[in-house]
């Protein structure tokens, strides 16, 4: 087991690889357009740990005061993403991540810690089941079946903004929120614009660009969001056969 983990610098960004996808020699643009919006976040307290290995082992979590997430609260942290692939599940690395995220919450003075789930785990998501092991707990809820959830230090819980209630929009067109905060958005996004200029679905994809269009999105958000004929979907990043069979329903 390799205990060496890694915190991602404004110095280091530039030379380490982003284990959500493995770098490879050839350019991805995905990775350049994440390192870029990583680049910025970092000097706000932004943090991506990894382990030292080339594998997909890290978490990824910001003051909820600045994550582009519609979600509002007080001296939280808001954890975007844990993920642990293939051969490095299940040796504690899920674990030591975890606490370290926590124990990181507690020296800085933070009243907890909080993510997105769903009463159904959904795809893209970090594992609720798990948090709930280190104690988080349901603190609010949409009408859609998703979930905020939190580790309270000192009784205080954060909200979904009432924005991210409302699941509607007036355009009954494929609306398509996105953000560069994960590196497999840039050529979904592309894959998804070129099928619907191909085959003339009428769409439109809004890049969210910064924290105040982040903060008033009206639904629940983690780095992408869908809505189709004024109705949200899902925040789960999507494909073209995805597309094609909602299109199609």
């Given amino acids: ?17 982003l284990c959500c996808i493995i770098r490879t020699r050839k350019l991805h643009q995905g990775i350049e357009a994440k ?9 706000e307290g932004h943090t ?27 001296n ?3 954890i975007y993403c844990l993920w642990v692939l293939g051969d490095y599940k299940g040796k504690g690395y899920a674990k030591s991540l975890m606490e370290y995220c926590v124990e990181d919450a507690k020296k800085n003075g933070k009243s ?26 349901v603190v609010d809820t ?31 067109e494929l609306t398509i929120y996105y953000d560069m905060q994960c590196p497999f958005i840039y050529q979904n996004i592309e894959r998804l614009r070129d099928y ?25 958000f983690n780095n992408f969001a869908l809505f189709y004929k004024g109705k949200f979907e899902t925040v789960n990043l999507i494909d073209v056969a995805y597309l094609k069979k909602m299109l199609n329903k």
């Avoid at 205990?3 to 030379?15: I, K, P, R, S, Y």
């Avoid at 009408?143 to 409302?166: C, H, I, M, R, W």
Wanted: aromatic letters at 12%.
């Fill in 1 to 17: 087991m390799c205990d060496e983990f890694v915190n991602l610098t404004v110095e280091n960004l530039a030379n380490e690889h």
């Fill in 35 to 43: 390192k870029q919006w990583i680049s910025e976040r970092l000097r």
């Fill in 48 to 74: 991506f740990r990894k382990l030292n290995v080339k594998g997909t082992v890290f978490i990824e979590y910001a003051p909820l005061e600045t994550a582009w997430v519609p979600i509002t609260g007080d």
């Fill in 76 to 78: 939280y942290y808001y």
């Fill in 112 to 137: 907890g810690v909080c993510m997105l789930g769903a009463k159904k785990q959904k795809a893209w998501l970090s594992d609720q089941s798990f948090a709930k092991k280190f104690g988080f707990e």
């Fill in 142 to 172: 949409t009408d859609n079946g998703y979930e905020l959830l939190a580790l309270s230090f000192d009784g205080t819980t954060p909200v979904f903004k009432q924005n991210a209630k409302s699941c509607e929009i007036e355009s009954e």
């Fill in 196 to 220: 619907c200029t191909t085959h003339d679905v009428p769409a439109s994809f809004i890049q969210i660009d910064t924290l105040q269009k982040a903060k008033e999105l009206p639904c629940v």
